[in-house]
């Protein structure tokens, strides 16, 4: 689920990186977001293909590039969000895709397909998207929430539970000046930093992992969360309300993809096809329910999950949302702002 900040300079300490050279093994190495892909996912794979599979988790964006500029970890596949795919394409970090190995591509929407930040999806593949909204406990908050300036009013100090990203933080404060989420400059971030500042002391819970965690234990009773933590609060219980933010959304593709170093690209590009199967595709939305952008999966699910607001956010709702892109070092800006904010 899910989208951070870039730091550009992260990205283009791979470019002395080439291509790795070794034999054919069973392995896959996966370098994913965390509750992301279901457990029972990779051993049905495992099972099918004799692959062993190790997966290793990540909260950000950044900390996927972090670890892989500073060497660590031996990946063969890895889930960047949209914008992040554009840093890498742009300094050749990526693989190219053997699409003949990848039959099942058929299967996704074309809306997600030949995205600017990919064309021809020559290096990355869709695995889910989705957006960021508001999700209300309506037995403890009794005003009516709209936007995210009914989030952060006064009254609800210390009940709200937001995403710990940077980025998303300031797109919400963008947003609500009638900014664009790419419009990162001096000038509009000095025009936000006091929203910001008034905000921030009111969150309680900043959690990127599972942001529904707090809302079901109490800890709070309002929050600005992922789209597919949002479907599973209000497939638990009527009490929670999903409300798109009045102000606009961000829309988040993330994509499967292949760091250049990878050894084992034959049991990556397999994983991607299995991954695209509308059957394997479906049990992902049934543990993980973000928007699905493979079609023929969303033919097999019912209709209670095709009509989860959450999950799947109207066509006219879609439309007005808007996609990151990359906004180079205006990254480390973002993550310094809010850092320095939080501690104060």
Known sequence: MKTKKLVLSTVTAFAFLGFASAAPTKNLNIYCWSEYIPQNIIDQFSKETGVKVSVENYASNEEMLSKL?????????????????????????????DHAKLSNLKNIAPQFLNMPFDPDNKFSIPYMAGT???????????????????????????????LDDAREIVTWALLSQGLGINQVTDKNLKQIKPILQQWIPLIKVYDSD?????????????????????????????????VMPSEGAHLFIDSLAIP????????????MNFILRPEISKQISEEFPYLNP?????KLMTQKQLDNAASFPSDDEIKKMQIFKDIGTKGSDIEELITTLKAQ
């Open 69 to 97: 500029a500073a060497g660590g970890g031996d990946y063969d596949l890895i889930q960047p969000s949209e914008y992040v795919i554009e840093a890498l394409v742009k300094d050749k970090f990526l693989h190219p895709l």
């Open 132 to 162: 960021v909204g508001i999700v209300v406990n309506t037995d403890l908050v009794k005003d009516e929430v709209r936007s995210f300036a009914d989030v952060f009013k006064p009254e609800n100090k210390g009940k709200i539970v937001v």
């Open 210 to 242: 599972s942001p529904k965690t707090a809302l079901l234990n109490g800890d709070a009773s309002i929050g600005v969360v992922w789209g597919g933590e949002g479907a599973i609060l209000l497939n638990k219980n009527k009490k929670f309300r999903w």
């Open 260 to 271: 250049k170093t990878a050894k084992n690209v034959d049991n990556a590009e397999a994983f």
């Open 294 to 298: 493979n079609l023929a999966a969303r």
